[in-house]
């Protein structure tokens, strides 16, 4: 099923094969995703196409300056002298959070009760999220005009990042001539429940468990300030979990968390430039843990 579902978004995304298996093994762990790159490198068609091959539900939401948490959650209306609430775009599957850092702190925030506990409040009612939820989120460089830093309390709730690949002169000429259109694209929905009766059955051992601690016993002898919350431990845990199923595999191994931690850590790491983020993992903190055979 996964080969397929890779291949059909290739035919959109050219040359990051990579990054569609690592946002379908964050999606198959219930995790969100944040995306930064400059305007029109393919964050949103990405996005979509990954949505429309799954067959699920999606919305965008372009962020701006003067969005409003109401435009995003909903609001309530008098209609036949009753209160009715009027469900925002966030109520979908999978919501396209375009340029996350183009908003106010305070439409930011509107997504972090969503992310977390996959409800929204409002006016003191609680509404559930359909499911499955996710978050695609992207943002432009922080160097670009009109951008604010993300809180932590938001980018904790990404379970990963990365941008897009830059393409070499053959993917271009690909991408080029590539007419194949979203629009028709016609999938099925997937069997969400017994996509998690699935990842429920991988193994977990309990050396795998160890390293995950002991990787946070390094991170944290390093004297920098990189911030690994217990959300991030599940995360690194259930990340390792959807790759492993991705990779049509029914167990975890050392090597399919040390595939997947650099994005796990990209946007918990500040103190360095994003190019020097992946390095920094493999050889501070993974290459400094002996594996135990």
Same mark, same amino acid.
């Given at each position: ?21 690592l946002t379908l093994a964050a999606i198959l762990s ?19 196409a990954i949505t429309l091959n799954l067959g699920l ?106 941008? #897009?690949?830059?393409?070499? %002169?053959?993917? !271009?000429?690909?991408? /080029?001539? &590539? @007419?194949? =259109? ?29 390293y995950i601690l002991e990787i946070e016993q390094t ?13 991030? #431990?599940?995360?690194?845990? %259930?990340?390792? !979990?959807?790759?492993? /199923?991705? &990779? @049509?595999? =029914? ?43």
């Amino acid at each position: 099923m996964f080969n397929g579902l890779i291949k059909e978004v290739s035919k959109s995304i050219i040359g990051n094969e990579d990054k569609i298996k690592l946002t379908l093994a964050a999606i198959l762990s219930e995790g969100s995703v944040l995306i930064e790159d400059n305007p029109g490198s393919g964050k949103t068609t990405l996005a979509k196409a990954i949505t429309l091959n799954l067959g699920l539900g999606f919305k965008r939401i372009q962020f701006t300056s003067d969005l409003l948490p109401s435009d995003i959650l909903g609001f309530n209306i008098f209609k036949n002298e009753e209160l009715t609430f009027q469900k925002g775009p966030i109520f979908t599957n999978i919501v396209l959070a375009d340029e996350l850092n183009r908003g106010s702190p305070k439409s930011q925030s509107a997504f972090l009760e969503a992310m977390e506990e996959k409800n929204v409040s409002v006016d003191g009612v609680t509404y559930k999220l359909p499911e499955p939820f996710f978050v695609i989120a992207t943002q432009n460089p922080m160097d670009s005009s009109g951008t604010s830093t993300l809180p932590d309390s938001q980018l904790d709730r990404f379970m990963i990042s990365f941008s #897009l690949s830059d393409l070499n %002169d053959q993917d !271009k000429v690909t991408m /080029l001539k &590539n @007419n194949h =259109d979203l629009n028709n694209i016609k999938s099925e929905s997937i069997d969400w429940s017994k996509i998690q009766q699935a990842k429920k059955k991988i193994n977990t051992s309990d050396e795998i468990y160890q390293y995950i601690l002991e990787i946070e016993q390094t991170i944290k002898s390093l004297d920098q300030q990189i911030y690994i919350s217990a959300r991030c #431990l599940k995360q690194i845990l %259930d990340l390792s !979990k959807g790759w492993a /199923l991705i &990779n @049509n595999k =029914d167990y975890v191994t050392h090597q399919d968390i040390k595939e997947v931690l650099p994005y796990l850590l990209r946007h918990r790491i500040k103190f360095l430039k994003q190019e020097e983020k992946f390095d920094f993992v493999n050889h501070e903190i993974l290459s400094k843990i002996n594996i135990k055979r």
